[in-house]
């Protein structure tokens, strides 16, 4: 038989731990695995500016007809506005070119495969330690993966000079992939200066920027999160980004994300963006409307647009307040280990420093599922389940 030589597919890091933790039986587990934003009544809600914008589409909706292979014209635009800022000149020069993608997953896939298909830029830096899915897309899509260092364990901070030091053995040509804010997994984020010595070691190196920009809004703030993209695009003939609206829109089943080609000029970017459409024109035809219309329905009507960046605030305000409800009740519950850090990151991780020996036993014995790298998702946590949580790190410490 063919099919029976297939081997097990191991468990996705990730996915897998949410299966495992719906299978336990347990009354008061906590899931803090995977990145799902949970509300103070530990739900996923639809955004009311979500669900505003699905009545209109309801209403107006005429025809499921096919989308073009670029997806929603409307759509792409407002993702160029909201990465590079109203106005932007990249926008207007026509340098940048944009599809919606299915999620970021869809966006960083494409972009792969339109690198290898299309250039010599076949190698992609990541950091160390990264989101657990990029090294498979990108080792799936072709590309040979290499590592820059980004984080210093013993003082929970960012170790810049061994990134810059790494980024300096890369060739020209080669990709890197930048997280454009709340960096998953340390939640720890390029400062503006640090961005600055990147954007110049690119365009001195001529490295190609790979911006994966899953978080928008869930930093500083929806324009300030994009300050370090919008530098380095200031900075560089060429870029891509692949952002994703799961989280800040909420909009995680719709898949809906998009991949933006940055090129030195209009001619350039019409010629990219032609090998990025027949790169998806392979791989899916072309893509699914409901998600970018939504997005384009709420970001086009200022009320509504309005409305969904108060909802973003509270999201992000929500998360900021149980970071330190965290440290606290670590504390109060006789931690003496010193998690200040913790209320320092950004978005929805924790990069807590615990090992894997305890990482399984905050599973096996207290119901409390965060990933094999330690990394805590704070948007999972809520006052109510914050005492169980605490006190099962309190004993594997
Ligand atoms: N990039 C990063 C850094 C992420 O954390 C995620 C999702 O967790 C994604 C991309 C993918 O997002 P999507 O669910 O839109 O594919």
Redesign the pocket.
């Known amino acids: 038989m063919i099919f029976s030589q297939v081997l097990l597919a191991p468990a996705d890091p990730i996915l897998g731990l949410t299966d495992t933790f719906k299978a336990d039986p347990r009354q008061d587990k906590v899931n803090l695995g995977v990145?799902i934003y949970k509300d103070e009544a530990g739900q996923t809600p639809v955004l009311t500016s979500v669900k505003k914008a699905e009545a209109i589409l309801l209403e107006q909706e005429k025809t499921k007809n096919y989308l073009g292979i670029e997806g929603v014209q409307a759509y792409n635009h407002v993702v160029q506005t909201l990465l590079f800022g109203e106005g932007s000149a990249l926008i207007t020069s026509g340098r940048a070119a944009t599809a919606q993608a299915p999620?970021?997953?869809?966006a960083?896939r494409i972009a792969a495969e339109f690198l290898l298909r299309n250039t010599d830029s076949h190698t992609i830096w990541v950091s160390n330690p990264t989101?657990a899915?990029h090294q498979n897309i990108f080792e799936t899509a072709g590309l040979a993966v290499k590592e820059y260092g980004y984080y210093k364990a013993e003082a929970h901070d960012i170790d810049f000079d061994t990134m810059m030091t790494d980024l300096s053995h890369a060739n020209a040509g080669d990709v890197v992939l930048l997280?454009g804010c709340c960096h998953?997994p340390t939640g720890i984020d390029l400062t503006l200066a640090q961005w600055e010595r990147v954007a110049q070691l690119c365009a001195d190196k001529k490295l190609v920027p790979l911006f994966?920009f899953?978080?928008q809004g869930f930093g500083a703030g929806i324009e300030e999160d994009a300050a370090g993209l919008r530098l380095v695009a200031s900075k560089v003939p060429e870029l891509l980004v692949?952002n994703?609206?799961?989280?800040n829109f909420g909009l995680?089943n719709e898949?809906?994300?998009a991949v933006t080609v940055v090129a030195e000029d209009a001619d350039a970017a019409v010629r990219a963006f032609s090998q990025v459409k027949r790169t998806i024109r392979a791989n899916y035809s072309n893509p699914p409307a409901h998600g970018a219309l939504i997005v384009s329905t709420i970001l086009n009507d200022a009320g509504l647009k309005a409305m969904w960046v108060q909802e973003v605030k509270e999201m992000r305000e929500r998360i900021a307040e149980m970071r330190t409800l965290f440290v606290d009740s670590l504390k109060a519950e006789g931690v003496t280990q010193d998690f200040s850090f913790i209320s320092r990151q950004n978005g929805m991780f924790s990069f807590s420093g615990l090992n894997k020996a305890q990482v399984a036993r905050l599973k096996d014995e207290f119901g409390v599922y965060i990933v094999g790298s330690g990394r805590i998702s704070v948007a999972g946590m809520t006052k109510t389940n914050m005492p169980v949580i605490c006190k099962a790190i309190a004993q594997v410490l």
């Open positions: 990145g999620g970021g997953t869809g960083l989101w899915n997280h998953n994966d899953a978080y692949a994703s609206f799961s989280k995680y898949r809906i994300g």
